[in-house]
Each structure stands twice: as structure tokens, then as C-alpha cells.
């Protein structure tokens, strides 16, 4: 028995003698087929997930950025860039969300229907195709099964013969040296020799003829083996073609540079980057925040006795584009007024001819942690601090509706109440404390004391 198992692999070896029940491996192959079938799905279904996941991590990422960017500091066409790489990202996401479905929808469904219709499962267990096998290889050996079985019979009779036949001889022998061994007793011995002979050379010849007839079924044996082999390997060819195309089409679904949109997204990116203009960008801020901003210059008013309890409007001019915006110019009371220095410097605004602008410290962020998140403690509470007047907390109520704008704003309805924790600042902002213990800012003239 050389272990070799000739129908596992493509019958090209008739020099090794293949072994009774040597077949197993051919017929195990249907179910390892049916299986990794169910491994290749399984391996697509958490690929699958792998995308799903990436694209929403790229969609939460490109909310959450936007929103900063577009309440942060950065103004003109650089802002439109940055925010294009945002754009770049929601767009990416959608592609992978559709490799996502193309791997569950297609490739996946795929694999599953052709798992179904090449192996067919019988209701006592295992697959038809592997029990057809199974039994045509049975069908094919039975015979040379037959004649393998009388001439070991034979070879095993022989090999006794020839046992019994030396066990004789040895006997006669240790005979002929022993004294005690009488003539009439040599003869007895003499004569078991002679007929282990004979029994011998007609096991011999029995073993012969068996092996030989064996020979003669050979060659029918391996080709009726053989045919059935190959009719299983007929069927291993399609699952290896499909399994080979199958492989091409997920590489087409998973090979984003093949996707006519993937290049167009970083062609636009790229096109909105070098469209950013940093003499228009200088321009705007000059005109919006410079020498070149409007002014209203002190001019007399009237008394209004309805002014103070007013609630503050944000304006916006008419046919203003949404990026830049134009909230960076306000009224007096307006947060979107508040520039980056306003986010990041405690300064005073009260100049006088006996006092100098206060000196910034010229460290904004400094390069570390996050200037749109950071606000509570630069220059949102900062222009707070400057105007507070200390002191413990006094009981507010809502006079009017309002909706916070930035993540540092308070939000309430009218007839809420909450704590002034800070005073008024230069602004018109307050600090305040909701009951629920949430803190932030608010229009100071949206609430009365309590």
C-alpha cells in the first residue's frame, strides 16, 4: 500500500496501482465544493460590512468637519476648498456604500445560486452528485475488487506453503544429526519435505493464475475508474471557472479606480482647490471687516421705549452668496461679528486718547487642539468674562423663543428660566445655566429678571 490515492488527482499515473476505497477523496470533493461555497460568501459578507462601515465613518466625519468649517473662522474660496474635501468624502462614501451592495446584491446572490444548482442535497444527507460518484466508483471496482480478494487469498496460501515447506526441511536436518532419531523416523521426515514441496508448487501456481487473471481485469478496471473520475472532474472544471469569473467580478466591484466617478471626484477636488484666490479672499475680508467695511457713524436717535425688550436680528444682505458669508458683518449684539481674534483674544474695545489698543499675545490655538471646539475658553467666554460682573446667579426668564446658533449657545423657549451666571457683555451676550445644567450663551435681552 504506497498511501498514494490516484483518483484525488488527474489520472496520469496508471504506473501506481490504485488501492481499493482509494476513491474517497474524489467524492469528498463535492463537499468541500458545497462548503467553500459558504466560505466565499461568508468572505464577501464581512467585506461587505468593512464598506458599510467605511462609508459612514466617512459620512459622520464630513458632517461633523463641515459644520465646524462653516462656523469656524476661514472665510472665501479657501473655505470652499476645504469644504470641497469634505464634499470629496461624502462622495467616496457613496461609492463604497455601492461596493458594499454590489458584493451583498450581486456577487454574494451570485454564489448562492450557483451553489444550489450544482449540488443538490438529498433528504437523508449529503449531495446527490457525491453519492453518484460514490457509487459509479463502487460499480467500476467491484469486479477487480473480486479478483484482488482470490489472489491475496492465493498469495496467502503460498506464503504457508512455503512456511510449511522450510518448517520440513529444517526438521529433516536437525534429523539426521540427532542419534535419538531412528531411520524409520528420517523417512516420516523425508516424506513431509516431499509433500510440503508439492503443496507448495500448487499454491504457487494457484497464486499465479489468480494474479494473473488479476492483471487481465486491470486495464478495464482503470478505465472504467477513470471515467467516472473524470466525470468528476468535469464538474470541479465549472466550479473552478466560476469561481474564477466570479473572483473577476468582485475585483471589478471592489477596484474603485475602474469607476468612471471615482477620478471625476478628486478631478472636481482639485479644481475647486486651485480655484481658491487669495487677493479675491483678501479683498472680501478687507471690504467685510476692514477699511473698506460700512460704518454707522453715531447719529442721533429718538427714545424707543420698546428697543430694550426687542429680541436681536441676525441680518443677512439680500443676494449675499451663502460661502463667504456675509454673517461676519452684524449689528451691534450680533455673535457672527466675532472674528477670529474675537474667538481667541480678550481685548477691551474702549479706546481712549490716553490709552493704547490692548497687545494681543499673537498665540491663537498655537497649533494645538481645535480652535472651532475650543471656544469656551478663548473668545466666546472670553468676551463674556470681560464684561461680567462676578458674583453668584440670578433667576431669568425667556421673553422670546431662541434657537442657539454654535454648539456654545443656549437654546429655550419663551417662559423657560434659567441662572445669569455671568453679566452682559460688550455684545450684548450673557452666561447663563439651564436647569438641566447645560451652560452657554445667550441674547441678553431675550430674558428679564425673575
Same mark, same amino acid.
Given at each position: 500500500?504506497?498511501?498514494?490515492?490516484?483518483?484525488?488527482?488527474?489520472?496520469?499515473?496508471?504506473?501506481?496501482?490504485?488501492?481499493?476505497?482509494?476513491?474517497?477523496?474524489?467524492?469528498?470533493?463535492?463537499?468541500?465544493?458545497?462548503?467553500?461555497?459558504?466560505?466565499?460568501?461568508?468572505?464577501?459578507?464581512?467585506?461587505?460590512?468593512?464598506?458599510?462601515?467605511?462609508?459612514?465613518?466617512?459620512?459622520?466625519?464630513?458632517?461633523?468637519?463641515?459644520?465646524?468649517?462653516?462656523?469656524?473662522?476661514?472665510?472665501?474660496?479657501?473655505?470652499?476648498?476645504?469644504?470641497?474635501?469634505?464634499?470629496?468624502?461624502?462622495?467616496?462614501?457613496?461609492?463604497?456604500?455601492?461596493?458594499?451592495?454590489?458584493?451583498?446584491?450581486?456577487?454574494?446572490?451570485?454564489? !448562492?445560486?450557483?451553489?444550489? %444548482?450544482?449540488?443538490? &442535497?438529498?433528504?437523508?444527507?449529503?449531495? *446527490? #452528485?457525491? /453519492?453518484? =460518484?460514490?457509487?459509479?466508483?463502487?460499480?467500476?471496482?467491484?469486479?477487480?475488487?473480486? !479478483?484482488?480478494?482470490?489472489? %491475496?487469498?492465493?498469495? &496467502?496460501?503460498?506464503?504457508?506453503?512455503? *512456511? #510449511?515447506? /522450510?518448517? =520440513?526441511?529444517?526438521?529433516?536436518?536437525?534429523?539426521?544429526?540427532?542419534?535419538?532419531?531412528?531411520?524409520?523416523?528420517?523417512?516420516?521426515?523425508?516424506?513431509?519435505?516431499?509433500?510440503?514441496?508439492?503443496?507448495?508448487?500448487? =499454491?504457487?501456481?494457484?497464486?499465479?493464475?489468480?494474479?494473473?487473471?488479476?492483471?487481465?481485469?486491470?486495464?478495464?478496471?482503470?478505465?472504467?475508474?477513470?471515467?467516472?473520475?473524470?466525470?468528476?472532474?468535469?464538474?470541479?472544471?465549472?466550479?473552478?471557472?466560476?469561481?474564477?469569473?466570479?473572483?473577476?467580478?468582485?475585483?471589478?466591484?471592489?477596484?474603485?479606480?475602474?469607476?468612471?466617478?471615482?477620478?471625476?471626484?478628486?478631478?472636481?477636488?482639485?479644481?475647486?482647490?486651485?480655484?481658491?484666490?487669495?487677493?479675491?479672499?483678501?479683498?472680501?475680508?478687507?471690504?467685510?471687516?476692514?477699511?473698506?467695511?460700512?460704518?454707522?457713524?453715531?447719529?442721533?436717535?429718538?427714545?424707543?421705549?420698546?428697543?430694550?425688550?426687542?429680541?436681536?436680528?441676525?441680518?443677512?444682505?439680500?443676494?449675499?452668496?451663502?460661502?463667504?458669508?456675509?454673517?461676519?458683518?452684524?449689528?451691534?449684539?450680533?455673535?457672527?461679528?466675532?472674528?477670529?481674534?474675537?474667538?481667541?483674544?480678550?481685548?477691551?474695545?474702549?479706546?481712549?486718547?490716553?490709552?493704547?489698543?490692548?497687545?494681543?499675545?499673537?498665540?491663537?490655538?498655537?497649533?494645538?487642539?481645535?480652535?472651532?471646539?475650543?471656544?469656551?475658553?478663548?473668545?466666546?467666554?472670553?468676551?463674556?468674562?470681560?464684561?461680567?460682573?462676578?458674583?453668584?446667579?440670578?433667576?431669568?426668564?425667556?421673553?422670546?423663543?431662541?434657537?442657539?446658533?454654535?454648539?456654545?449657545?443656549?437654546?429655550?423657549?419663551?417662559?423657560?428660566?434659567?441662572?445669569?451666571?455671568?453679566?452682559?457683555?460688550?455684545?450684548?451676550?450673557?452666561?447663563?445655566?439651564?436647569?438641566?445644567?447645560?451652560?452657554?450663551?445667550?441674547?441678553?435681552?431675550?430674558?428679564?429678571?425673575?
Amino acid at each position: 500500500n504506497t498511501g498514494v490515492d490516484l483518483f484525488s488527482v488527474p489520472s496520469v499515473y496508471p504506473s501506481v496501482c490504485p488501492q481499493v476505497g482509494n476513491y474517497k477523496r474524489a467524492v469528498k470533493r463535492f463537499d468541500d465544493g458545497h462548503r467553500l461555497c459558504n466560505d466565499l460568501m461568508g468572505c464577501l459578507q464581512e467585506r461587505a460590512k468593512i464598506e458599510k462601515a467605511y462609508g459612514d465613518q466617512l459620512t459622520a466625519w464630513s458632517k461633523r468637519w463641515r459644520q465646524l468649517i462653516e462656523k469656524g473662522p476661514q472665510y472665501g474660496s479657501v473655505e470652499r476648498a476645504w469644504l470641497a474635501v469634505m464634499t470629496e468624502a461624502e462622495k467616496v462614501s457613496e461609492l463604497h456604500q455601492e461596493v458594499k451592495n454590489n458584493l451583498v446584491n450581486d456577487d454574494v446572490e451570485r454564489v !448562492k445560486n450557483w451553489q444550489k %444548482e450544482a449540488y443538490h &442535497k438529498q433528504i437523508i444527507g449529503g449531495f *446527490k #452528485e457525491a /453519492k453518484e =460518484a460514490d457509487e459509479g466508483f463502487k460499480k467500476a471496482q467491484k469486479p477487480w475488487a473480486k !479478483k484482488l480478494k482470490e489472489m %491475496e487469498t492465493a498469495k &496467502k496460501g503460498y506464503h504457508m506453503a512455503c *512456511k #510449511e515447506e /522450510k518448517l =520440513a526441511a529444517a526438521r529433516e536436518a536437525n534429523g539426521k544429526t540427532e542419534a535419538s532419531v531412528t531411520p524409520d523416523q528420517q523417512k516420516k521426515l523425508h516424506e513431509k519435505v516431499d509433500k510440503c514441496k508439492q503443496d507448495s508448487q500448487k =499454491a504457487k501456481e494457484k497464486y499465479d493464475k489468480s494474479l494473473e487473471e488479476l492483471n487481465k481485469c486491470t486495464p478495464q478496471y482503470m478505465e472504467s475508474m477513470e471515467q467516472v473520475f473524470d466525470q468528476c472532474q468535469q464538474h470541479e472544471v465549472k466550479r473552478l471557472t466560476f469561481l474564477k469569473e466570479a473572483l473577476l467580478d468582485i475585483k471589478r466591484h471592489l477596484n474603485l479606480t475602474e469607476n468612471q466617478s471615482y477620478g471625476a471626484i478628486y478631478r472636481e477636488l482639485e479644481r475647486t482647490i486651485l480655484a481658491a484666490n487669495t487677493q479675491e479672499d483678501l479683498k472680501w475680508f478687507s471690504n467685510n471687516h476692514g477699511p473698506g467695511m460700512h460704518m454707522n457713524w453715531p447719529a442721533f436717535e429718538e427714545y424707543n421705549p420698546d428697543q430694550a425688550s426687542a429680541p436681536p436680528k441676525k441680518k443677512k444682505p439680500d443676494g449675499a452668496p451663502p460661502t463667504p458669508s456675509t454673517d461676519h458683518v452684524a449689528p451691534p449684539g450680533d455673535r457672527s461679528s466675532v472674528s477670529s481674534y474675537d474667538k481667541n483674544q480678550a481685548y477691551s474695545t474702549e479706546w481712549s486718547d490716553d490709552e493704547q489698543p490692548a497687545t494681543y499675545s499673537g498665540n491663537e490655538n498655537g497649533g494645538n487642539g481645535n480652535s472651532f471646539e475650543d471656544d469656551s475658553s478663548t473668545g466666546k467666554g472670553a468676551g463674556a468674562g470681560a464684561g461680567a460682573g462676578g458674583g453668584g446667579g440670578v433667576r431669568v426668564r425667556a421673553l422670546y423663543d431662541y434657537d442657539g446658533q454654535e454648539q456654545d449657545e443656549l437654546s429655550f423657549k419663551a417662559g423657560d428660566e434659567l441662572i445669569k451666571t455671568e453679566d452682559e457683555d460688550e455684545q450684548g451676550w450673557c452666561r447663563g445655566r439651564m436647569d438641566n445644567g447645560r451652560e452657554g450663551l445667550y441674547p441678553a435681552n431675550y430674558v428679564e429678571p425673575i
